[in-house]
């Protein structure tokens, strides 16, 4: 069993920045990806970032491609999304998963461990 906990939301003006962090914890952490999707307001829940956690491989959607960075401290089994020129669209509740085997990368179903999520709020 793996719990996630996100940290970091909050409320940033357009342009500023955010940093996300998940802190994974359990009986035997054992993990090959780590990803953040995203659920805004009236949508669907989306897939933002994944990294492999042995290599550091990353995977971004389009969309936040150069402004976001996914990392990893593995010592300290957490991750962390460095969120940068933030845009009112990136208004949304963003999630942390967890896929202790691989997947496809983009698949919520790929991951069966989910943090509670954290707001994420931009404003004009």
């Known amino acids: 069993q793996v719990q996630l906990v996100e940290s970091g939301g909050g409320l940033a003006q357009a342009g500023g920045s955010l940093r996300l962090s998940c802190a994974a914890s359990g009986r035997t952490f054992s993990t090959e990806l780590m990803a953040w999707f995203r659920q805004a307001p009236g949508k669907e829940r989306k897939f933002v970032t994944a990294i492999r956690w042995g290599n550091a491989i990353t995977y971004y959607e389009d969309s936040v491609k150069g402004r976001f960075t996914i990392s990893r401290d593995n010592a300290k089994n957490t991750g962390y999304l460095q969120m940068n020129s933030l845009k009112p669209d990136d208004t949304a509740v963003y999630y942390c998963?967890?896929?202790?085997?691989?997947?496809?990368?983009?698949?919520?179903?790929?991951?069966?461990?989910w943090g509670q999520g954290t707001q994420v709020t931009v404003s004009s």
């Open positions: 998963a967890v896929a202790p085997a691989w997947g496809v990368v983009s698949a919520q179903t790929a991951y069966p461990y």
